[in-house]
């Protein structure tokens, strides 16, 4: 079952650009719609149309940090139809609008966090410390940061930096359930000239008011089963669009 959930994958990351049905994707699987949105998510660990709004993203974002194409010719060329949807999705997903992510990764500073953020700003906090383990070693800082999916999109509710593996401690994190990511750039892998990204992502933390966490982290090159981080690293994006 699951080389048809890759043979699904390799068809959303070779024809992101063309629009791409359900029914696509389950015959390109050769198994039923329905089996087919059930096996895949529970693989994946989202819905195929998220995976492929992920690789879109994910395409728009090099475009931005690589060419001088404007916003519109690349949403057309990631395959949207609508500039608005575009940049609705691109901002959801990333945490800033295109074209402020385009300044960042040509050097600006990652803007703060919005107004929206306050009430969780306002909520009572928790802490949360442990330890971050890399195979292969990271080649980068390693940023650490809480998000509200297993899945992270959008900015973190709270994040820091650690300059290699061992412990690290995020202070104050807002009471509610939550997911830690670790992510730090990689070696080059073989036939590749970017370095790889090095990832993991906790399970589901209770954060209590007034009360610790402790949680430890390997990072590793993701499978094909993950779909592209779309969330802004502070401390690491930079490096990952000059490499």
Not at 76 to 81: A, C, F, H
Request: contains cysteine; positive net charge; charged residues 20%.
């Amino acid at each position: 079952m699951k080389d048809g959930i890759r043979r699904a994958i390799d068809a959303i990351r070779d024809r992101y650009e063309e629009p791409l049905s359900l029914d696509d994707l389950a015959r390109s699987a050769m198994i039923s719609k329905f089996h087919f949105l059930r096996t895949f998510r529970r693989v994946t660990g989202v819905t195929p149309g998220r995976f492929l709004s992920a690789v879109r993203i994910h395409e728009a974002k090099h475009l931005l940090s690589t060419t001088t194409l404007s916003v519109a010719d690349i949403s057309i060329q990631v395959g949207y139809g609508s500039l608005g949807t575009f940049t609705r999705r691109f901002t959801e997903c990333v945490g800033l609008s295109p074209t402020a992510y385009r300044r960042v990764a040509q050097g600006e500073p990652l803007p703060e966090n919005s107004a929206a953020s306050q009430p969780l700003q306002e909520r009572p906090t928790g802490s949360l410390s442990g330890g971050i383990h890399a195979v292969p070693p990271a080649d980068s800082p390693i940023f650490v940061g809480v998000f509200d999916s297993p899945v992270p999109r959008g900015r973190p509710v709270t994040s820091g930096l650690i300059e290699q593996p061992g412990p690290f401690r995020l202070a104050t994190v807002p009471a509610g359930r939550w997911y830690l990511l670790a992510a730090a750039v990689g070696p080059t892998t073989d036939g590749h000239t970017t370095p790889s990204l090095l990832l993991g992502i906790s399970d589901e933390l209770r954060i209590i008011p007034g009360r610790h966490v402790q949680v430890e982290l390997t990072i590793r090159p993701p499978d094909w089963r993950y779909p592209p981080l779309l969330s802004v690293l502070p401390g690491i994006e930079r490096l990952r669009v000059a490499a």
